[in-house]
């Protein structure tokens, strides 16, 4: 009896060893081969990243996202200015890994929603939209070319020129503008031996408010240098076709004509908030006759409305990550108040199909000048 007891306990204890030795063969394993054990090494699963897409914004709060805080409820007395600067040939968004931003045409959505408000816009570009030294490159000369004609499809008023954006010649800017090439100004970038200017010195744009009343916002705009870096420190670097004057003496003129011309005046300048500070207003004198000053320059994201000389100065974004949206508010003849943000261009902004088209035109350019002979 005892003798059957142990044979029938070895005969269970040999099933079960060959019961968990048929587990953990690989031809009885239903597991993929990349998680097997080999005499090598272990191999790890893939991992395959999850791609995901953002809930679209609901108009609410798409509204909340564009405007300032502590807006007057009342809106029939103010416009809006759209603005931006250093875009540098940038119309995709950023390849950050934790916080995607940018897209020429979820900016536009930004616009499109402001217009169905009813809002009266003024968008103006205060230069650098051209990345430096692009001209010495088939992907960011495609970049610059298809971005520009994204902003002249998105109307843009005003494109102040930067030193910059004059490296690609002008021939290169107003092709790619096409019809708005006549927006293109600039009050300092002068011919290099007549020291005329090589672009309108400035425009005024007449906006219609929704009470009824006309202001008239004049817009001027002026570029620092292009430096470079050499042993002895930065050097302006010349060019063949323009020079840049000094700024202030450029200003003098034109500012005395806006101020007659104009309600408000905006100067577009393609230098960072410190250097427009130093170099521009401050020189400018007690009355600058200037209303709104736009830093182009990045120098870090800044939401606040700078008082320098009695100016509100703002600054743009970052390779078009954000837009700036300035609300100013019209009464008794001057303004009121003054709102701004520095909206991040979000993914959860819908985009705009109309303008989606000048990304996928330049991934195509793209993708066709690296592309080897016969697959393009």
């Not at 616009?111 to 650098?128: D, Y």
Request: hydrophobic letters at 40%; glycine letters at 8%; aromatic letters at 6%.
């Amino acid at each position: 009896m005892k003798n059957a007891a142990r044979f029938l306990t070895a005969l269970l204890v040999v099933a079960a060893c060959s019961l968990s030795f048929a587990v953990v063969q690989p031809g009885a394993s239903n597991v993929s081969r990349e998680t097997r054990v080999t005499s090598g090494a272990i191999t790890q699963p893939r991992v395959t990243p999850i791609q995901v897409t953002p809930a679209p914004m609901s108009d609410q709060l798409l509204d909340s996202h564009i405007f300032p805080a502590n807006m007057p409820p009342n809106r029939a007395s103010i416009f809006s200015i759209i603005y931006n600067g250093y875009r540098r040939s940038s119309l995709e968004p950023c390849g950050c890994v934790s916080h995607k931003l940018g897209g020429i045409d979820r900016e536009a959505k930004v616009i499109e929603r402001l217009t169905s408000n009813s809002i009266p816009l003024v968008k103006l570009e205060a230069g650098g939209y051209i990345r430096d030294m692009a001209a010495h490159s088939d992907g960011l000369r495609a970049a610059s070319k298809y971005l520009l004609k994204a902003l002249a499809a998105l109307d843009y008023d005003v494109f102040n020129v930067a030193a910059t954006d004059a490296e690609m010649g002008r021939s290169f800017l107003e092709e790619c503008l096409g019809s708005k090439a006549d927006r293109l100004i600039s009050a300092n970038l002068v011919d290099p031996v007549t020291s005329k200017p090589l672009f309108a010195t400035k425009r005024v744009i007449p906006v219609r408010l929704q009470n009824g009343q006309t202001v008239r916002v004049g817009v001027t705009g002026v570029t620092r240098s292009r430096v470079a870096i050499t042993p002895g420190g930065t050097q302006p670097v010349s060019s063949s076709w323009y020079a840049v004057a000094d700024p202030v003496a450029s200003l003098s003129h034109v500012l005395d004509e806006l101020e007659k011309e104009s309600d408000v005046v905006v100067l577009l300048a393609y230098m960072n908030r410190e250097a427009l500070a130093n170099d521009v207003l401050n020189r400018l004198g007690e009355n600058p006759k200037v209303d709104v000053a736009i830093a182009g320059e990045y120098l870090g994201t800044r939401n606040d409305i700078q008082n320098v000389a009695g100016v509100r100065v703002v600054s743009g974004g970052f390779e078009g990550r954000q837009v700036g949206h300035l609300v100013l508010e019209w009464r008794d003849g001057k303004i009121a108040q003054a709102f701004n943000k520095l909206v991040e261009i979000e993914q959860s902004i819908p985009p705009v199909p109309e303008i989606t088209k000048y990304i996928e035109g330049y991934l195509q350019e793209l993708k066709s000048a690296t592309a080897p002979k016969g697959e393009k």
